[in-house]
């Protein structure tokens, strides 16, 4: 088939008209012929690069010039999918960009640091999105039948940890470990944020994958300002910094992390009006001594059990408006409540004062809320409690479940 010169005829045609006409407005000056590239114009939209990261489009020489590498082509082939990938040391101000280091044992820096400055006089929040995230742990503790001497450096980030600031705002709390699937959200700054990590000399191999993008004010993806995660959807799953996400079991050394304070919050879906919380994983019963997913701080007495309230003054969960019902540990929707707190630690998940309190089964409540909006808080303070004593009640290692275990609990929101 022979090549139809029709069309970009016409294009020419037209393109010299509009410049003959430009010339007879302005003839007191000189013109100057319209280029084909003064015309092609595109919105520096997000794309998804060959590379499957997130990119920007720009022109090729823009994406050059921004210190950015070409994931394939965007706006119909004028532009590419420009994607910002940082080493240590890196700065950045564009929307979508990865903090990048592959698995090593010796890092390319150390402290090892990113500035993130925002893209824009309007963003508001700006989203950090764990894709990979394995540095060295806390020094870990270990719930057993002993009293353990490990002391007060028991979930302290001591080898290696990563902080986010962000001057002028709370930034976020000192973590390390696994925390691969995780993300934190701050509230922005004018004066540019560091993401930084601080490695030991000690021997153990070390990845992380960070995707960072901007917010801007009003976009709701980007969770309400103070909120340090935010969970979207009907259900889902949200854990402790450190918490071993892909395991089924939680063994006896699982340890939550020192000096955490911050809030996580859900959003309120469309005809959803309440949320419950329960444990991934249930555990067994009192006497099986088989770990659940949660344990926070010692227990109430020398059984170990649940703890609210006022008992909960170290580590705790906060659930403005927790409820329950008193016989089915279940939650209905526009009934009174018969258990109601504010707080919750011990070895269980549960408002119940016994150990087992549904059946045979612990951790089998859910803990409800209608109280808007949705959110948990979560705190522990520096240093584990390890009494002298070999009671739950005087040691948080002491005895299975333990109370060093933070938390990995399931969410959903139930029906107006």
């Known amino acids: 088939m022979g ?83 940082l080493a240590c040391g890196g700065t950045t101000s564009e929307n979508c960009t990865y903090l990048v280091q592959a698995s090593t044992s010796t890092p390319t820096a150390d402290p090892c640091t990113f500035t993130i400055c925002k893209c824009s006089s309007n963003i508001c929040r700006i989203r950090l999105d764990f894709t990979t995230f394995s540095i060295a742990g806390p020094t870990v503790g270990t719930a057993s039948s002993t009293v353990s001497t490990n002391g007060g450096s028991i979930g302290d980030c001591t080898s290696d940890s990563f902080s986010v600031t962000s001057p002028g705002n709370n930034g976020s709390p000192l973590i390390c470990g696994f925390n691969t699937g995780q993300h934190m959200i701050v509230d922005s700054s004018d004066l540019c944020h560091k993401a930084s990590f601080d490695f030991s000399g000690t021997a153990v191999s070390r990845q992380f994958d960070i995707k960072v993008t901007q917010y801007a004010c009003g976009d709701e993806m980007g969770g309400p300002p103070g909120c340090l995660q935010y969970f979207t959807g009907n259900a889902g799953q949200f854990a402790s910094f450190n918490f071993p996400t892909g395991g089924t079991a939680v063994t006896a050394g699982v340890t939550h992390l020192s000096n955490q304070c911050y809030t996580m919050c859900f959003r309120q879906e469309v005809g959803k009006c309440a949320i419950c919380y329960n ?24 059984a170990v059990k649940s703890t609210v309230d006022l008992g909960c003054s170290q580590d705790y969960l906060q659930i403005p408006g927790g409820e329950r019902d008193a016989t089915t540990a279940m939650f209905v929707l ?39 909006p949705f959110r948990v808080v979560f705190k522990t303070d520096s240093d584990e409690v390890l009494g002298t004593g070999a009671d739950p009640i005087v040691s948080e290692q002491n005895l299975s479940p333990g109370g060093i275990i933070g938390f990995h609990l399931n969410y959903a929101l139930q029906d107006c």
């Open 3 to 85: 090549f139809n010169w029709t069309a970009p005829f016409i294009f020419v045609f037209l393109l010299l008209s509009l410049n003959t006409m430009v010339l007879s407005q302005n003839n007191t000056r000189k013109g100057k012929l319209f280029s084909i590239f003064q015309i092609i114009n595109f919105p520096n939209d997000g794309c998804v690069g060959s590379s499957s990261r997130n990119g920007t489009c720009y022109t090729s020489d823009e994406c050059i010039t921004k210190g950015g590498s070409s994931a394939g082509s965007c706006a119909q082939g004028f532009g590419v999918c420009c994607v910002f990938s």
């Open 279 to 302: 444990t991934v994983i249930e555990g067994g019963d009192a006497d099986a001594d088989i770990q659940g997913s949660f344990g926070l701080s010692i227990s109430s007495n020398a």
């Open 334 to 372: 526009g009934t009174i409540p018969t258990i109601v707190h504010d707080r919750v630690c011990g070895r269980f998940f549960g408002f119940g004062t016994t150990a087992d309190t549904v059946g045979t089964i612990d951790n089998a409540e859910s803990i409800c809320s209608a109280q808007k």
